[in-house]
Structures are given as C-alpha cells and as structure tokens.
C-alpha cells in the first residue's frame, strides 16, 4: 500500500479482508504515504484528494477552492457508513484478527522520521523491501 488517501487506503484492506476471508494468507507492506493508513496520530485523518485526481467528477480548478477535499472526504465517510463499510481504524484490527500480516517499511519510515511505535498497534514490524519479498515468495504481489 504506497498511497495514504482516503480513496486508496481502501483497495489494499478490502483485497486483503477478502482474501483473508477465503482462507487466504494475506501480507501487506506500507510504505512511503501508504504509512498514513497505519500511522497512529493520521489513520482516523485520511482524507480525499480532489486535485490531481483524474476521476474526480469536478473540474480540477474547482477541486483546488477551500473546503473542497474536506467536502469530498466528508461525502465519502457518509457513503462508507451507510454501505456499513468499516472504517480504516476498525478494518485494520479486523486483518490483524483475521491473521492478516501488517509491516512498516524501513526505508520510508527513516524518511519520514517514524518509529514503530508511532504505528497502530495492528503492524507486526518494520522491515525492509527485501524482506518482504522474502515473506511473500511465491506469492501474487498486487501493488496499490
């Protein structure tokens, strides 16, 4: 998961959830700004990016105006909630119930200055790329 969006934290925790829910193993490694969906102080924060979004359904200059991206991420919790989608918090304790396993990587965590303790408590540990593909040998890696 490389994208800590609102709109993109999802695609890798549903993937995962179902996956799990098939029997299936399921590792998922966060790394540059996929670390806001586990990041403790920003998973409850992610928000909706209205520029720069080619799907966006507005035009981008009218993304840009003030109070834009909260309105689109306000919209999108409420159509969340009434799907009774889980939000990102209660989705990644349900992975980590389930045996999903959750890693930090190293390199983006040294560049953004983490630790893992400023991660959910749901992330397994902090380990590098090659690591992960280690963990994941012989498996279908899906990049998000």
Request: proline share 6%; hydrophobic share 45%; charged share 20%.
């Amino acid at each position: 998961c490389s994208k800590g969006s609102l709109d993109m934290a999802y695609p890798g925790l549903i993937l995962a959830n179902a996956a799990r829910m098939r029997g299936i193993d399921a590792t998922l490694f966060f790394t540059f700004w996929g670390l806001d969906i586990v990041t403790e102080k920003k998973v409850d924060h992610l928000h909706t990016p209205t520029v720069g979004n080619p799907s966006f359904p507005i035009p981008t200059m009218l993304g840009g105006l003030p109070g834009m991206e909260s309105l689109a991420s306000s919209m999108m919790r409420k159509q969340i909630e009434k799907l009774d989608i889980p939000d990102i918090r209660e989705m990644l304790g349900m992975l980590h119930d389930a045996g999903a396993e959750m890693y930090g990587c190293q390199l983006a965590m040294e560049m953004f200055h983490l630790e893992k303790k400023d991660l959910v408590p749901q992330i397994d540990d902090v380990i590098s790329a090659m690591d992960f593909f280690d963990k994941s040998a012989g498996a279908q890696v899906i990049f998000i």
